[in-house]
């Protein structure tokens, strides 16, 4: 899978003379597996001055300009595997026999059974290197190897010795090395990369403005997409509600809507325009049928795509909606009648009213009010800054009026219910206690439908 490049940042130094500067970009990429990786474009010198005097280069990570003429060292010395010391070589070099003779005394003496019971020094210090290598203190695997070593002792010392001229040749190469390099660091100028934003700002600012003269030069070639209708096009929606609006005409019967993405397929979907006008606020506007759907994200709940901004939609009532709107069920919204009014003299809305069929004008003849009642209905209580409800616990709070606001709620609930005894309409409520299931507050709305005799789908799938 290759890698592309996703972004880039620039770096900067000053120079020698400090007229110039040296620059780089580091590169930023990633594949289709969503691993990252990262590399850095040559170093460029902008400076004349310095560029007749110096070059660029980095020595162990280092930066420097370099004069002319001179360059660190690009190869290491190396010496062959074969002709590296083993351990027990080294040992033996540090040690002659006599010594490690001494120190197998020293560990298998009476009593000395633990490494604080050693005198000699280089027993000593061999337990210690082996106690801080292997994590162990025992002292018989210490004599073992020490054991082996002494039987081993001539082979190992004649391995050594014969190395050593290999060894000695490799660390002179080293050390001749060394000693150039630090030559060339005195003679050069140590270099300090820092991000450059402003030249980042001029390169988004530059990249910004081809894009969108690219894209303007551009903007009417022809392209291929896919084109199809919405699920709302079949539907003729003229006289039925969506929230609190009326669906009055259409305004636009094949109503085209372009999606061309970046990457993919461009997707031309057709919908209808409708002329509604919001029956609580008289408000007038042109949605599309593809907006009358009901959405949902885990931080908003259930929400109309579309709504008018002269009420609120609970994600319970959002949810009720979607329900209706499976089941294939027409309902009006925020219903309000005549003389029903609170204490403000504002209207008392019912959250949907149901209709069977309409009078000699057109207009829906409501028989079936639904009220979604949540928990401010049964129990006092504020809604917090986050839409939860808290139960209020009796004292002293910021909310005075939570008594008087329940007493209201419980107040308008009864002037609602009397309403409809009196004026031959059913009503149903519908507890919060069911919300947060959508299958039972189906199962709740199937119930109050199939008593009052309404007709809905059974099977999902009609109404795509």
């Not at 120190?103 to 000699?120: E, F, G, Q």
């Not at 002179?172 to 630090?182: D, F, P, Y």
């Not at 003229?238 to 259409?250: E, G, P, Q, T, V």
């Amino acid at each position: 899978m290759s890698y592309e490049e996703y972004s880039r940042k620039p770096y900067r130094a000053k120079c020698a003379c400090g007229r110039g500067f040296l620059q780089y970009y580091r590169i930023y990429l990633s594949n289709d597996w969503g691993q990252e990786r990262e590399s850095n474009t040559p170093v460029e010198l902008f400076c004349d001055c310095c560029s007749k005097e110096y070059h660029y280069e980095n020595n162990h990570g280092i930066d420097y300009l370099v004069p002319n003429g001179l360059s660190f060292p690009k190869q290491e010395p190396q010496l062959n595997s074969k002709y590296h010391y083993t351990e027990k070589e080294e040992f033996v070099h540090k040690y002659d026999e006599r010594a490690i003779e001494d120190m197998i005394a020293d560990m298998t003496a009476p009593k000395h059974r633990y490494i604080k019971d050693l005198v000699n020094e280089a027993a000593i210090e061999f337990a210690n290197q082996w106690v801080f290598r292997y994590r162990k203190k025992s002292i018989a695997p210490m004599v073992s190897y020490l054991q082996a070593i002494l039987r081993e002792y001539d082979v190992l010392k004649g391995g050594y010795e014969r190395k050593k001229p290999f060894v000695v040749k490799y660390q002179m190469e080293c050390k001749n090395i060394s000693q150039a390099r630090m030559q060339i660091e005195k003679q050069s100028i140590r270099l300090l990369f820092e991000y450059d934003s402003e030249q980042d700002r001029v390169d988004y600012e530059k990249a910004k403005s081809e894009r969108e003269l690219y894209e303007e030069e551009h903007r009417y070639d022809d392209f291929q997409a896919l084109v199809c209708y919405d699920p709302s096009f079949k539907k003729d929606l003229i006289n039925h509600y969506w929230d609190s609006y009326f669906i009055k005409r259409c305004t636009d019967s094949q109503y085209l809507s372009l999606n061309k993405p970046e990457y993919g397929t461009p997707k031309i979907t057709i919908a209808k325009k409708y002329f509604c006008v919001c029956t609580i606020c008289g408000k007038e506007a042109e949605i599309l049928s593809s907006d009358f759907k009901i959405s949902f994200d885990e931080e908003r709940g259930f929400y109309p795509s579309r709504s008018c901004n002269c009420h609120t939609v609970s994600s319970f009532e959002a949810k009720t909606m979607d329900i209706f709107n499976q089941l294939g069920i027409t309902y009006i919204r925020e219903v309000s009648f005549e003389g029903l009014v609170g204490d403000s003299g504002k209207s008392l809305r019912f959250d949907f009213a149901l209709y069977k069929s309409y009078d000699e004008t057109g207009v829906p003849k409501i028989d079936l009010l639904i009220e979604l009642q949540g928990p401010h209905h049964y129990k006092k209580g504020y809604y917090d800054e986050y839409g939860d409800f808290v139960t209020d616990d009796g004292e002293e709070t910021t909310h005075n009026n939570v008594e008087n606001n329940f007493m209201r709620q419980v107040r308008y609930d009864e002037k609602k219910k009397q309403y409809c005894i009196h004026n031959g309409l059913d009503l149903e409520c519908v507890k919060y206690t069911v919300a947060n299931d959508y299958k039972r507050l189906e199962r709740k709305i199937i119930e109050i439908l199939k008593r009052y005799g309404y007709n809905y789908y059974t099977d999902t799938n009609l109404l795509k």
